[in-house]
């Protein structure tokens, strides 16, 4: 019998692969099929309040369908009252429809058959899902006709797509992938910019570059995609944070958690405490002090870490606390950028232990540094302690 995991053509395979799911009707029509240019005003929706999501901070101009749901389409064209642009809602469904192939592949019996080159032992080396996962955000992202050009964690450089595309999308498109073969969750995380139009005469890959290494103040959106027991996109366009939760039955990202505001104080550390004895003094004495329950909040703090910043970061927007990697690890383009904005918009913060995130100018697009995302009272206290970012990084084998 012929081994499935020799054969080349099924990775060839996986990149066009679509799931059998035909019966599923999505209610924008946006599952299975290639999204086109549309105008928004396309997009139809059955009208009545919100309130079945018992949002009191939504826009009073959200409008839900029967079932009391709004897709995350319908929130962005012009139904959440935000005012997306209708070259951002494309692009956006794009994206969304990219992420939904991914999660399909992640939840795949034939993962564990793909078989690719290795490029090395390099814990940090791509796996053929984070490959497959690039190869679908960059089709989804040249389809859309709404971009310039794409810098993703997996390339060495930017891709430069279209002169006239309006947007520059920053993205790891798999990240925690090491925990696939477990199940564990991973996620997809992106950025927007606008493209730079006073670098438009420069070659092409000195104004990819520039465009890509834009400071993260200047997003204009940000989001990720969660890949767990639910699929889950968080989104912020800049006017508050808002997570749509897949509805597997018609395909489409049902609005969830509107306006989310994280705690201003958890309960909850997250950071891989084997590093221990690798950090600083002060952030030694910071977990220290909280888990004793002898920091400003006066219980006994809880750890949680999964290992994978998406699902790290969704649990402490929702639950309060900090996520935190405190060695030159994470990636300021297309992880810690994105992700601050999302959570400073829930009204948290995001700092590289001395500065906050956004306001810092990246110089390499691959740049890493140390990160800690969370509760506005906690990142305060934790970052009083002054010595927080871990100089020793030995690059851990697992
Ligand atoms: O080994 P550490 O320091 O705990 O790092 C774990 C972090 O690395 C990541 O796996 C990202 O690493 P990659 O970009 O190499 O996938 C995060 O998801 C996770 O939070």
């Known amino acids: 019998m012929q081994s499935a995991t020799t054969t080349t053509p099924f990775y060839q395979l996986l990149l066009t692969f679509r799931p059998k799911l035909q019966t599923f009707q999505s209610k924008t029509q946006t ?14 929706t059955r009208v009545k309040p919100l309130s079945a999501l018992g949002n009191s901070s939504s826009s009073s101009s959200t409008v839900a369908n029967d079932d009391g749901s709004v897709t995350l389409m319908e929130y962005m064209g012009k139904r959440g009252g935000i005012g997306v642009n209708d070259d951002l809602v494309i692009l ?19 993962n564990y058959t793909i078989d690719m080159p290795s490029s ?21 992202l040249q389809k859309s006709g709404k971009v310039a050009v794409m810098a993703s964690e997996e390339n060495d450089t930017p891709t430069w797509i279209s002169d006239d595309g309006p947007y520059v999308v920053v993205t790891d498109p798999l990240d925690g992938s090491r925990n696939i073969d477990a199940s564990i969750p991973t996620g997809t995380i992106f950025g927007i910019y606008k493209r730079l139009e006073e670098l438009d005469d420069l070659p092409t890959e000195e104004k990819a570059l520039l ?47 509107p306006s989310i505001k994280i705690p201003p104080r958890g309960q909850i550390y997250s950071v891989n405490d084997a590093r221990y004895f690798d950090w600083p003094e002060g952030l030694r004495k910071y977990i220290d002090t909280v888990r004793q329950g002898k920091g400003k909040y006066p219980k006994k703090y809880s750890a949680r870490y999964i290992c994978s910043l998406v699902a790290d970061l969704h649990r402490t927007l929702l639950y309060g606390g900090v996520a935190m990697n405190p060695r030159d690890h994470l990636r300021l383009v297309y992880e810690a950028n994105p992700l ?13 232990g001395k500065s906050r995130i956004l306001s810092l100018q990246p110089v390499k697009l691959h740049q890493r540094l140390p990160l800690f995302l969370g509760s506005s009272e906690d990142m305060e206290e934790l970052e009083s302690y002054g010595d927080i970012q871990q100089k020793v990084n030995p690059g851990y084998e697992v």
């Open 31 to 44: 599952l299975f099929y290639t999204p086109t240019m549309a105008s928004v005003s396309e997009f139809r």
């Open 340 to 352: 601050s904005f999302i959570v400073e918009q829930a009204g948290g913060r995001g700092s590289d």
């Open 120 to 140: 090395g032992s390099d814990r940090d080396a791509p796996k053929p899902l984070d490959i497959i996962s690039n190869e679908i955000i960059l089709s989804s």
């Open 92 to 110: 956006i469904d794009h994206i969304q429809y990219a992420c939904k192939r991914i999660a399909a592949l992640i939840a795949s019996p034939f």
């Open 211 to 257: 465009n890509s290494l834009q400071s993260g103040n200047r997003l204009i959106a940000s989001g990720y995609v969660l890949y767990s027991s639910a699929t889950i996109l968080c989104i912020t366009f800049g006017s508050g944070t808002h997570a749509f939760t897949l509805d597997r039955s018609t395909g489409d990202f049902i609005l969830t958690n």
